[in-house]
């Protein structure tokens, strides 16, 4: 019996404990003084990005939902999070309680508030000074300020 347990239940054990860990790979990072987001990398290639510091094992209410491959852009303007991805990401959440929002939802507005552009034009990296912004790959995962300072 005890053989059997070391066999097979130790290695099932130790297969399930290495999928739950890497299924849960989070990372935080401050946007302003103390307004956080969460990265959360998921195993099916599935990234969510979270307003504030989430610890839960299940689907947030209010996410943006991207792939693991993807560059973001994450502003924070007015008390809400605005995430504009290199690769599509999608809002999921219920409209009243959003804190978070895809740029591409309403590009045009976003496009005049945030960059500096002008004549039609949209650069990825002319934010307006005033923007509060940080880039992050989620593949490596890590994060840089709007002047390239990583967080």
């Known amino acids: 019996m005890k053989k059997l347990f070391k066999i097979i239940i ?17 990372a935080f990072y401050l946007l302003s003084n103390d307004q956080y987001i969460t990265i959360w990398k998921r195993l099916n290639d599935v990234c ?18 991207t792939s693991n491959g993807n560059y973001l852009d994450v502003i924070y303007f007015d008390n809400k999070i605005i995430v504009k991805g290199l690769l599509e990401c999608e809002t999921i959440g219920s409209s009243k309680n959003n804190k978070i929002y895809n740029y591409m939802d309403n590009k045009q507005k976003n496009d005049s508030l945030f960059l500096k552009g002008g004549w039609g034009r949209s650069d990825a990296y002319d934010y307006k000074i005033n923007v509060i912004q940080i ?9 840089t300020d709007r002047y390239g300072k990583k967080l």
Do not use: M
Request: hydrophobic share 40%.
């Open 10 to 26: 130790i290695p099932i054990s130790f297969i399930v404990l290495l999928l739950g860990y890497l299924d849960q790979r989070r």
């Open 48 to 65: 969510y990005i979270v307003p504030g510091k989430y610890y839960g094992i299940t689907a947030p209410d209010n996410y943006v939902k």
């Open 135 to 143: 880039f992050v790959s989620i593949r490596e995962p890590y994060a």
